[in-house]
């Protein structure tokens, strides 16, 4: 769990946040200390609620929404939408199916893709080879 704290705060050095002062580095411990306690308490009232379908779902399109959100508020912001909470309305009810439709169109058929070159890809060179004293497992 150390290491969780250690990423975040390097990551913040690296991403040259540390010139805004201290705070990122605060939000970046925090952030991690709930990661490493949700890791280690998986049964917790906490990571239940963030196991929930509705919860875990978000997770799974994330990425979608990372990346359509900020087309959306663009053409949002043009279309002269000034009110930040009818903005934030509507950037979401438009990002969600927007990710959605992009994870199973686009994000889930390439991760499929990818298991199935897993499949066929050689070891790793470097990973032990069955001799005759020691079997492969099974």
């Known amino acids: ?9 390097t990551s913040i050095f690296k991403a040259g946040d540390a010139s805004r002062g201290a705070a990122p580095l605060f939000v970046a411990i925090g ?27 978000i997770g799974r399109i994330s990425y979608g929404l990372y990346l359509w959100h900020y087309p959306i508020s663009v053409i949002l912001a043009r279309s002269g ?10 950037v979401t009810a438009l990002s969600v199916p927007v990710a959605s439709a992009s994870f199973f169109l686009v994000e889930r058929p390439f991760l499929r893709l990818k298991d199935r070159f897993r499949s066929w890809a050689p070891p790793p060179s470097d990973a032990p080879r069955p001799t005759a004293s020691h079997p492969p497992p099974g």
């Open 1 to 9: 769990t150390v290491w969780y704290v250690y990423g975040a705060v």
């Open 31 to 57: 952030f991690a200390s709930v990661i490493c306690w949700l890791v280690q308490w998986p049964r917790s009232i906490p990571a239940r609620v963030l196991s929930l379908a509705p919860i875990a779902y």
């Open 81 to 90: 939408t000034k009110d930040s909470a009818t903005a934030f309305l509507v």
